[in-house]
T-cell receptor, first 117, second 110 residues
């Protein structure tokens, strides 16, 4: 089974520029997550999609970050304009929608490492 | 969401058993306990999940006491490749989100 795919793997931009990240989840996974992981910290959830609808975007800085999941499959995360503090690894994860009470397992992609200069 | 507390780091040697304890005093009745492992330059990887008592899989065991206010991840006979950050998460099933803390950095030495 193919895993979660992300591109690009690395990106270097200057502050005030824009950047976009792409994620292709595991086939059939209804839930897609975008996380931001700053060096030395755990991943922080930015946005969660259920199919093509947003479930939670409470921690997404909406003045500069946007995300979409058209057709309920792959997703893009955009930053415009970027700031120095946006330097981080951006992780995409997906999970199946399970019946019953079991917590869905999240499968993470390799991440995109962003450096803002 | 229940907050978790884990040691920042732990050291071990190859072949030893490692136990990482996580405190979650405010765990709710419907919360599950999930552990993830993260290697450098990779995304976190699911290790084990449980609700109560003991859960075991091919990688680890998870011990949860009756009051569920803590849990212990047990890694049998660790190797160098088990050097990673381990995260304990607590949350509901369904649509609720999980919050990652800073995790426990486990360093396994020869």
């Amino acid at each position: 089974e193919a895993g979660v795919a992300q591109s690009p793997r690395y990106k270097i931009i200057e502050k005030r520029q824009s950047v976009a990240f792409w994620c292709n989840p595991i086939s059939g996974h209804a839930t897609l997550y975008w996380y931001q992981q700053i060096l030395g910290q755990g991943p922080k959830l930015l946005i969660q999609f259920q199919n093509n609808g947003v479930v939670d975007d409470s921690q997404l800085p909406k003045d500069r970050f946007s995300a979409e999941r058209l057709k309920g499959v792959d997703s893009t995360l955009k930053i415009q304009p970027a700031k120095l503090e946006d330097s981080a690894v951006y992780l995409c994860a997906s999970s199946p929608l399970l019946q019953g009470g079991l917590r869905e397992t999240q499968y993470f992609g390799p991440g995109t490492r962003l450096l803002v200069l | 969401l229940a907050k978790t507390t884990q040691p920042i780091s732990m050291d071990s040697y190859e072949g030893q058993e490692v136990n990482i304890t996580c405190s979650h005093n405010n765990i709710a009745t419907n919360d599950y306990i999930t552990w993830y492992q993260q290697f450098p330059s990779q995304g976190p990887r699911f290790i084990i999940q449980g609700y109560k008592t003991k859960v075991t899989n091919e990688v680890a065991s998870l011990f949860i006491p009756a009051d569920r206010k803590s849990s212990t991840l047990s890694l049998p006979r660790v190797s160098l490749s088990d050097t990673a950050v381990y995260y304990c998460l607590v949350g509901l099933s369904g649509y609720s989100t999980l919050t990652f803390g800073k995790g426990t950095m486990l360093l396994v030495s020869p």
